[in-house]
């Protein structure tokens, strides 16, 4: 009966986290995605610097060990993208062969996307933390019944802030709003594999949980800094400054506020 609530708490929590991200980011116009990349920054920071860092420096025995993790995650998605960027341009090198020869292809991503990669970054990065999640859900049921039911309802609505950049970082990157649905649904079984591993073996994935918190905030903290904000820079009208700034502190705040509402003596 335990496996089940585990199980049902964190395929339902998942569920309902991705409908409700998915019904406000999908309702937003086409035309608005570039603006809204602004929240997403700021949300990918906020969840970056309001809760997985203090939560991995606090839970590791090795801060120094958890801090290494994730500096060399960031060098890590920097060679997954270089490695993304040389697939794109080989198979952009063999379109342009065959627009020579006459053969035409039509091109379906509008300008400032990037082919995808920062949208399978955050899927990689966002699928350790939820893989994470799982395993803090599965040890909460395991000490308490009660205690299982309150973890999974708090990490459900943290998730949401965050998993609604996750949506707007995916549009924006070039996926249509069906693979983006699909590769958020991807990476939120990963909670449900975490549950289980927790379940099975806590003692030995416990151990590994900063570290793999570690590669999480590697990844969001390399998309938002690296891939998003230098798309920011691009637009310097003072109008379109401002708005952006509004927009990353009104991801930051929206991390900031659920956090602040749940977890309150932290």
Not at 154 to 171: C, K, N, S, T, W
Not at 212 to 235: N, Q, T, W
Request: hydrophobic share 55%; proline share 3%.
């Amino acid at each position: 009966m335990v496996l089940a609530h585990i199980l049902v708490a964190c395929a339902g929590g998942s569920l309902l986290s991705l409908v409700i991200a998915a019904a406000v980011a999908f309702r937003v116009e086409a035309r608005w995605v570039s603006t809204l990349v602004s929240y997403a920054v700021g949300a990918l920071l906020g969840a970056v610097f309001l809760d997985l860092l203090p939560h991995i420096f606090e839970s590791s025995r090795n801060p120094a060990r958890a801090a290494t993790f994730i500096l060399f995650g960031i060098l890590a998605f920097f060679v997954l993208e270089k490695v993304l960027l040389w697939r794109h341009h080989h198979h952009a090198s063999d379109e342009c062969e065959h627009e020579a020869q006459g053969h035409y292809h039509a091109h379906d991503h509008e300008p400032g996307h990037d082919s995808g990669r920062s949208g399978w970054m955050i899927v990689i990065g966002d699928s350790f933390h939820n893989f994470t999640d799982g395993v803090i859900i599965a040890s909460a049921f395991l000490a308490d019944g009660r205690l299982g039911v309150v973890t999974a309802i708090a990490i459900v609505a943290h998730e949401i802030p965050q998993e609604i950049g996750d949506f707007v970082v995916l549009l924006h990157s070039g996926f249509t709003r069906r693979k983006a649905l699909m590769a958020n649904a991807l990476s939120g079984f990963a909670m449900v594999v975490g549950a289980l591993l927790g379940y099975f073996a806590l003692s030995a994935v416990k151990q590994w949980i900063p570290e793999i918190l570690a590669i999480a905030a590697a990844s969001m903290i390399y998309v938002a800094v690296a891939d998003l904000i230098p798309g920011l820079h691009k637009r310097t009208a003072m109008r379109e400054t401002l708005m952006q700034v509004a927009f990353i502190v009104l991801g930051i705040g929206s991390i900031w506020m659920i956090h602040a509402v749940l977890f309150p003596e932290s």
